[in-house]
């Protein structure tokens, strides 16, 4: 009886593991074009796409300067920032780097560094790197951040480190 129960154990739990991994494999590909969402909406300067990753009840915290407000208001400030970049008057790109993801069915927290770049023309970019963490949710079909946190500032050789 012990032999059959472990038998049974050894085929259950890499067929469990299996079925795991392609879950998480499927939702960090949702979390992949999440992402790419966000990138796309700031190169192209369209606000709305980026409202619409947002929770209307998101938080961004910022280690940078010590606070804490409302998603809302920081979309409210980035919104010329957006129409300037969308009028081609300014040139503004993000990348996202991942060291830890953590993900299940309807909520995530990613950790990592992203790369804001952002001027009015090629000779003229300004490039910030961020270290940040993202807690988001999903609701029905679509994810939402909830929290970002913009912790401190990172480097080039850091962002570099998580290549790949």
Not at 7 to 17: G, K, Q
Not at 18 to 46: I, P
Not at 55 to 73: A, C, F, M, R, W
Request: charged share 30%.
């Amino acid at each position: 009886m012990k032999f059959l129960i472990l038998a049974f154990l050894y085929i259950l739990i890499p067929f469990s593991m299996a079925q795991l991994e392609k879950g998480t494999k499927k939702k960090t590909k949702e979390l992949d074009d999440y992402w790419a969402e966000v990138s796309r909406s700031v190169r192209e300067g369209d606000f709305q796409g980026y409202k619409k990753t947002c929770h209307k009840e998101g938080v961004l915290v910022t280690g940078i300067n010590n606070s804490s407000y409302p998603l809302s208001d920081a979309l409210a400030r980035w919104e010329k920032d957006f129409t300037a970049t969308k009028n081609g008057e300014t040139k503004s790109n993000v990348e996202f780097r991942f060291s830890q993801r953590i993900i299940n069915a309807t909520t995530a927290h990613e950790t990592g560094i992203f790369l804001y770049s952002s001027g009015k023309s090629k000779d003229n970019i300004k490039k910030e790197y961020i270290h940040f963490q993202a807690l988001l949710v999903k609701r029905e079909t679509d994810w939402k951040i909830l929290m970002e946190y913009q912790k401190s500032k990172a480097s080039e050789l850091e962002w570099k480190e998580l290549e790949g």
